[in-house]
T-cell receptor
Framework: EDQVTQSPEALRLQEGESSSLNCSYTVSGLRGLFWYRQDPGKGPEFLFTLYSAGEEKEKERLKATLTKKESFLHITAPKPEDSATYLCAVQDKIYNQGGKLIFGQGTELSVKP | DAGITQSPRHKVTETGTPVTLRCHQTENHRYMYWYRQDPGHGLRLIHYSYGVKDTDKGEVSDGYSVSRSKTEDFLLTLESATSSQTSVYFC?????????????FGDGTRLSIL
């Protein structure tokens, strides 16, 4: 059974204090791993897709990396505006139709000035 | 931002009443999805559509039905709402469904069933 586990559940950082969020996954075959950002009262906003182990993607202060069992979202020198819930989701190759995503429960990030 | 509009944004209703939520997209994407988001469960797929009149069930489809008569509109219906269906409902769209393509989400409908 596909499973996605994110840790920690909540993370509090001071502005400028770099850290990482973890997403561990279990799938039959990975078609893609997705990172989203969700602000309160809003829908998830797409950040990155990673397809294979060793792949990395960057956007501003965010960098996502992928291994065969987990993904990390590294946040370098975060700012208060980076505060949000970060969601990880996987797509399993066994689902040929529809592109079903399995989501983790998210990491709530708070960055204090 | 992906052109996705969900309506209504908020709704309060009573147990046993029918409820229909609407998702409208302007991107002409083939795939559309309905999710619910609950504390402790994350986002879970209810139903999805891979074309006009083509729909399939997700992992939490009991008590829900969907319809898609036009590319741009995907409706979610609770035939007889129950308190366990109180949740935030999100619509998502995708250009090509599977094959590693991301889904893009609307801003949700907060539904309370009393």
């Amino acid at each position: 059974e596909d499973q996605v586990t994110q840790s920690p559940e909540a993370l509090r950082l001071q502005e400028g204090e770099s850290s990482s969020l973890n997403c561990s996954y279990t799938v039959s075959g990975l078609r893609g791993l997705f990172w989203y950002r969700q602000d309160p009262g809003k829908g998830p906003e797409f950040l990155f897709t990673l397809y294979s182990a060793g792949e990395e993607k960057e956007k501003e202060r965010l960098k996502a990396t992928l291994t065969k069992k987990e993904s990390f979202l590294h946040i370098t020198a975060p700012k208060p505006e980076d505060s949000a819930t970060y969601l990880c989701a996987v797509q399993d190759k066994i689902y040929n139709q529809g592109g079903k995503l399995i989501f983790g429960q998210g990491t709530e990030l708070s960055v204090k000035p | 931002d992906a052109g996705i509009t969900q309506s209504p944004r908020h709704k309060v209703t009573e147990t046993g009443t029918p409820v229909t939520l609407r998702c409208h997209q302007t991107e002409n994407h083939r795939y559309m999805y309905w999710y619910r988001q609950d504390p402790g469960h994350g986002l879970r797929l209810i139903h999805y559509s891979y074309g006009v009149k083509d729909t399939d069930k997700g992992e939490v489809s009991d008590g829900y039905s969907v319809s898609r008569s036009k590319t741009e509109d995907f409706l979610l219906t609770l035939e007889s709402a129950t308190s366990s269906q109180t949740s935030v409902y999100f619509c998502a769209i995708s250009e090509s469904g599977g094959f590693g393509q991301p889904q893009h989400f609307g801003d949700g409908t907060r539904l309370s069933i009393l």
